[in-house]
């Protein structure tokens, strides 16, 4: 995480505040002490809030995609078990 802001000293120095974040990383902004607001750089944003890919999606586009399975069941009786 980059620096931290006072919310009054953000306000005063946004071009700086939003400098940091593009170079420097996400800037962290309290009010009152307590964390309040984050200023990311776009790229950040869009890396964050893209759509993750699904599983299915992930299957299929896995170099594995087209390796046939074979999935036969076995015969076998099941074997029994105390309880």
């Known amino acids: 995480m ?3 802001w006072q919310l009054q000293e953000a ?3 946004l071009s ?3 400098a940091e974040a593009r170079t420097s990383g ?3 902004i309290t009010r009152r002490g307590a964390e309040a607001a ?3 750089s776009i790229e950040e944003y869009r890396r964050l809030v893209q759509p993750k890919q699904g599983l299915a ?8 995609a087209q390796v046939e399975l ?5 015969q076998e ?4 078990v105390e309880l």
């Open 26 to 28: 996400p800037q962290l």
């Open 38 to 40: 984050v200023v990311l």
């Open 77 to 80: 009786l099941s074997r029994e």
């Open 2 to 4: 980059g620096k931290v």
């Open 70 to 74: 074979e999935l036969d069941r076995s």
């Open 57 to 64: 999606e992930f299957l299929r586009s896995s170099p594995l």
């Open 11 to 13: 306000k005063n120095r």
């Open 16 to 18: 700086e505040v939003v």
